[in-house]
């Protein structure tokens, strides 16, 4: 998996470089199962996924974890936003 293999390398480089990255491939994060409230009562964060526009997943869970974290996703709103950044670099092609 190319796509995957350049955003393991952007991680380390720092959030723009992620960012960057990520336009470049067309990739953008998406919500996959909203939070919900655990047992104990307590929400929990969204699952997210990394997507083309055709829908393909790009990256496995591991790596899904590390740009969750990279980005500070926790909630819908932090996934809009990063959304929003992603599509708006320079490297993004309609």
């Known amino acids: 998996m190319v796509i995957q293999d350049d955003i393991k390398d952007a991680i380390g480089d720092g959030r723009d470089e ?3 990255v990520l336009a ?24 997210f996924r ?5 829908g393909t997943s790009v990256a496995d869970r591991q790596t899904r974890s590390k740009v969750v974290d990279a980005l500070g996703m926790s909630s819908a709103d932090d996934c809009e936003t990063v959304r929003e950044e992603i599509q708006r670099h320079d490297a993004w092609e309609d």
């Open 50 to 54: 990394l997507e083309t526009s055709d």
């Open 18 to 20: 992620l960012v960057r």
């Open 24 to 47: 470049t491939h067309g990739v953008l994060p998406t919500i996959v199962e909203s939070g919900g409230s655990s047992l104990g009562g307590l929400s929990s964060s969204p699952t």
